[in-house]
Structures are given as structure tokens and as C-alpha cells.
């Protein structure tokens, strides 16, 4: 039966200590005799030595049958209990085997005295008691850090699953929206009917490949923005103005995908669109930061919400583990703050995925 490897912290810990130990039995089984008499050094010292690291290794043995049979956090004083009766036990017998072993082999003239058996054990006990702690300290740490990895997988599990769920949501919500405009058109405008279904193929398009994908470049939704802005004027005329100001530094950077398109909806949804009261949603980029904002004109009739917008984008921004987007509310002014995203996390995430 080959040996199991041993820990790290545990191996180091028994040579940092075991010459101390090793010293302060000799000293105990010969007194001042160690110092004065060379053949002690040559045979008592290597022989504890190996005498002590067989009743360690034993002893560790069975202390990780404690940790196995109660490894959960909730259980540490159970398992200390029992590896405080298991060092006990052990000290006692293998200080008496040593001695024992000393006085019938006769070595180096040691004769056994009862009063050294305490002395050996308080001494091998006291060690013994501080690295057991230390080792159950590491223990707990490593189920600490495990339990964490599990939930942290719980955790990006369940959202995953919840932003899978949003996703089947907002698609056809959107789609809805567009058929109902696509078809008061065909019956009012039909060449105008034509270019509406052509943008709103290439919007489609775009909307569920990157709802897919996870993150676009700032780029990339600013040209989707466009398109999706065209729908929304062909709905609403001159009752809604988008005026975006981009930033060639920003160029790159990235967001989570059709955040911008949701933030533009949620704005439709819950404001007043009209030639006599435009709604004028602004895009521009601030410290890393796109900020989405529109004038705050509430329609009169509150619409139903059901935040999947907003849950979405805060849902992506999680799972990426970035701090999500912040919201003020004013008198006059909705506004949403979007961290951008460095474009070496999409590489990251690329490579991740191969």
C-alpha cells in the first residue's frame, strides 16, 4: 500500500519542529549529560527523531479521518474535541513506548522514572496542540473558500438561469411593439411599410445574435442605436430626438449587449412621446461612463412595469462581477450611468470560452 502524499503545511511544520521536540527529550531522558557526551548526539538524537515522526505521522492519519468525518464549518468544535482526545492519547502512549524502549534496550544507561513520562508528554502536548490548531485553522480556511466557490457558482448559476428567462422577455416584447406600428403602416404609407419591415429585419437581427453574445463594443451599439432609433421615429415622428455625442476614446470599450436599446424603451414606456412634448433622450460619455439621460415627463396613466429592462442590464453587470449602472432621478431628468467595460475583458472572456 503506497503513502498517501502529505500536506505541505503539516510536513513543514513537523521539521521546523521535531528537532526542538527531539532536543527537549534527550535533555529530559539524559539531563545534563547531552551536552557533555557526544555518543547521545550520534544515536538518541536520529533515533527520537525517527521514533517521533512514525507516531506523527500516525497521528495525522487519523486526524484527517476526524477532518472527514466532520468537515463541514458548523462542526470545527465537534472535530477539535476529538482531535484534542486524539493528541492526548497519543502523546501519552508514545512518550511511555520511547521511554520504555530506552530503559529495556538500557540505551545509554537510561533507567525509566515515571516523573519523565509527564514531563515528555506536557512537552510533546503543548507542541502537538498548537499545530493541531493551526492545521484546523487551515482546514476551516480551505472549507471557507470552498463553501464561497459553491455559492459564488449558485449564485452566477441563478442568474444565469434568471437573465435566460428576461431574455426570452424582451425580444418579443419588442417585437410586439414593432408589428403593431408595422401594421397601422401598411394600411397609411405601404412604400414607408417597406422600409420600416427592411430596418426592422436588420434591428431583429442584430438584437438576437447580440443578446446572445453578452458584450458589444461601445461602437457596436451606438450603430444599433441609430437603426433602432429609425423604428422608434417612423412610431412616434417628431415626438422623440435621440442626440448622441461620442467619444473616439470610448471607441472600443464595451457594454453589455442592447443595454442602451433597453434603456431607450424603458424611457418610451414610461414618458410622455409627442410633437407638443418631445422626449429627448441624450447619450454621452463621462469618466468611463456612458450616460443615458431623458427629459422626465410621466405619463398621467402609469404604464405597468415589470423592470425587465433594468434587471437585465444589472443581471449581465453581475455576472461579469462589475459594479452595475447607478440611477438618479430629478425633477426634470431621468438618468442612467453605465460603467464601460475595458476591452481586455472580452478578450479574457474569448479566450475563456475556447
Known amino acids: 500500500m503506497s503513502l498517501k502524499p502529505l500536506p505541505r503545511l503539516k510536513l513543514y511544520t513537523f521539521l521546523l519542529s521535531m528537532p526542538v521536540i527531539d532536543l527537549a527529550i534527550n535533555q529530559i531522558l539524559y539531563g545534563a549529560r547531552l551536552w557533555s557526551e557526544w555518543r547521545i548526539w550520534a544515536l538518541s538524537f536520529p533515533l527520537v527523531f525517527v521514533l517521533g515522526g512514525l507516531s506523527w505521522y500516525s497521528r495525522i492519519t487519523a486526524s484527517g479521518r476526524i477532518d472527514k468525518r466532520f468537515p463541514e464549518l458548523d462542526q470545527t468544535w465537534k472535530r477539535l474535541r476529538y482531535k484534542m482526545l486524539l493528541s492526548v492519547l497519543s502523546m501519552m502512549t508514545s512518550v511511555t513506548v520511547v521511554l520504555t524502549l530506552y530503559s529495556l534496550l538500557h540505551i545509554h544507561g537510561y533507567h525509566f522514572r515515571p516523573a519523565d513520562v509527564w514531563k515528555g508528554a506536557i512537552l510533546a502536548l503543548s507542541v502537538n496542540i498548537l499545530f493541531e490548531t493551526l492545521y484546523d485553522a487551515d482546514h476551516a480556511i480551505a472549507r471557507y473558500k470552498a463553501a464561497e466557490e459553491e455559492k459564488e457558482m449558485l449564485r452566477q448559476a441563478n442568474f444565469r438561469e434568471e437573465l435566460d428567462a428576461l431574455k426570452n422577455q424582451v425580444n418579443p416584447h419588442f417585437l410586439f411593439n414593432c408589428f403593431n406600428t408595422l401594421s397601422s403602416l401598411i394600411h397609411e404609407d405601404k412604400p414607408r411599410a417597406d422600409r420600416f419591415l427592411n430596418e426592422l429585419s436588420k434591428v431583429y437581427r442584430?438584437?438576437?445574435?447580440?443578446?446572445?453574445?453578452?458584450?458589444?463594443?461601445?461602437?457596436?451599439?451606438?450603430?444599433?442605436?441609430?437603426?433602432?432609433?429609425?423604428?422608434?421615429?417612423?412610431?412616434?415622428?417628431?415626438?422623440?430626438?435621440?442626440?448622441?455625442?461620442?467619444?473616439?476614446?470610448?471607441?472600443?470599450?464595451?457594454?453589455?449587449?442592447?443595454?442602451?436599446?433597453?434603456?431607450?424603451?424603458?424611457?418610451?414606456?414610461?414618458?410622455i412621446v409627442s410633437k407638443t412634448?418631445?422626449?429627448?433622450?441624450?447619450?454621452?460619455?463621462?469618466?468611463?461612463?456612458?450616460?443615458?439621460?431623458?427629459?422626465?415627463?410621466?405619463?398621467?396613466?402609469?404604464?405597468?412595469?415589470?423592470?425587465?429592462?433594468?434587471?437585465?442590464?444589472?443581471?449581465?453587470?453581475?455576472?461579469?462581477?462589475?459594479?452595475?449602472?447607478?440611477?438618479?432621478?430629478?425633477?426634470?431628468?431621468?438618468?442612467?450611468?453605465?460603467?464601460?467595460?475595458p476591452e481586455q475583458l472580452g478578450l479574457a472572456l474569448g479566450s475563456q470560452k475556447k
Open 277 to 341: 412634448q418631445p422626449l429627448l433622450i441624450r447619450l454621452y460619455f463621462r469618466d468611463s461612463r456612458l450616460i443615458v439621460t431623458n427629459n422626465l415627463q410621466r405619463r398621467m396613466a402609469k404604464m405597468p412595469s415589470s423592470k425587465i429592462g433594468l434587471r437585465n442590464i444589472q443581471l449581465k453587470y453581475a455576472l461579469l462581477q462589475y459594479p452595475s449602472f447607478t440611477l438618479t432621478e430629478t425633477e426634470g431628468a431621468f438618468t442612467v450611468s453605465l460603467p464601460l467595460l
Open 206 to 271: 442584430y438584437l438576437l445574435k447580440n443578446n446572445e453574445v453578452g458584450l458589444s463594443t461601445v461602437a457596436s451599439e451606438l450603430r444599433f442605436v441609430d437603426s433602432y432609433f429609425q423604428l422608434l421615429q417612423t412610431r412616434y415622428g417628431e415626438g422623440i430626438q435621440l442626440q448622441v455625442e461620442p467619444d473616439a476614446r470610448y471607441t472600443n470599450w464595451l457594454l453589455p449587449s442592447l443595454s442602451l436599446q433597453l434603456l431607450i424603451e424603458n424611457a418610451v414606456k414610461h414618458n
